[in-house]
């Protein structure tokens, strides 16, 4: 019987709380000069001016915050509270999302790396990735994705296609036993890295190749070291 005495004096206690809670709000809100917060959350900036200046209030910004999840200059918190009692004429505080944003796409080609990398640094563009391709004056933006004209999130990041010299290609040839000076005169014409060892041979000529880095009629570039194995002292 206590038991349920306890539970029903809980449950007064709790009623009576909530009621007095209700009556109190009710009290102030229709108090003179007091009215319910706006909610501005999730408003546009100007859409939250014009709802606070509808119950004569007034709204700055407290500060702005980079949101990918919120679009720019929208509405992420307030204070005072959406429908928390406030006097008439009172400062709304709220904090602004600054994006992302949306930025418009620079002409980059036919301008130099040096100048695209400076353009999309001032604009807050990330440059993505850099790709040279043998076409063009080398250090030549020939293209660009996305193209120019085109708004992108600013986050979005930029793929510069750049232009390089041109490699050269050449195919190994077979040096075993010809003389060092014929290779070496051949390398130079040719402006091929090349990097000599001499071994000792006792019985056999000097300066004579005796194996390459590369097996004969294999492809390699021009800016690759060939390496010599030849007799010597």
Do not use: W
């Not at 004569?56 to 307030?78: F, T």
């Not at 660009?144 to 930029?158: F, L």
């Amino acid at each position: 019987m206590s038991l349920l005495r306890a539970l029903l004096y809980s449950f007064v206690f709790v009623v009576v709380f909530a009621v007095a809670g209700y009556v109190t709000m009710k009290v102030l809100v229709r108090e003179e000069g007091t009215i319910a917060c706006p909610d501005t959350v999730g408003k546009e900036l100007s859409d939250a001016r014009r709802l606070a200046e509808a119950k004569d209030l007034s709204v700055i910004v407290s500060r702005y915050e980079k949101r990918k999840d919120i679009p720019y200059n929208h509405v992420i918190s307030q204070r005072p509270e959406p429908n928390m009692p406030v006097r008439k004429g009172r400062i709304l505080s709220v904090v602004v999302s600054e994006g992302p944003l949306l930025v418009s796409i620079p002409l980059l080609t036919n301008h130099t790396l040096t100048y695209a990398e400076t353009t999309l640094k001032e604009r807050y563009i990330p440059l993505k990735k850099t790709l040279y391709v043998p076409h063009g004056p080398a250090g030549t933006v020939v293209a660009q994705s996305p193209q120019s004209g085109r708004n992108i999130v600013d986050e979005e990041g930029m793929t510069l296609f750049v232009a390089s010299s041109p490699k050269r290609y050449f195919l190994m040839p077979d040096l075993v036993g010809k003389k060092i000076t014929e290779v070496v005169s051949e390398m130079e014409t040719k402006q091929i890295k090349y990097n000599i060892t001499y071994l000792a041979k006792p019985g056999k000529p000097e300066k004579i190749v005796l194996q390459t880095s590369l097996p004969p009629k294999t492809p390699f570039k021009e800016d690759d070291t060939l390496y010599i194995l030849a007799t010597g002292g």
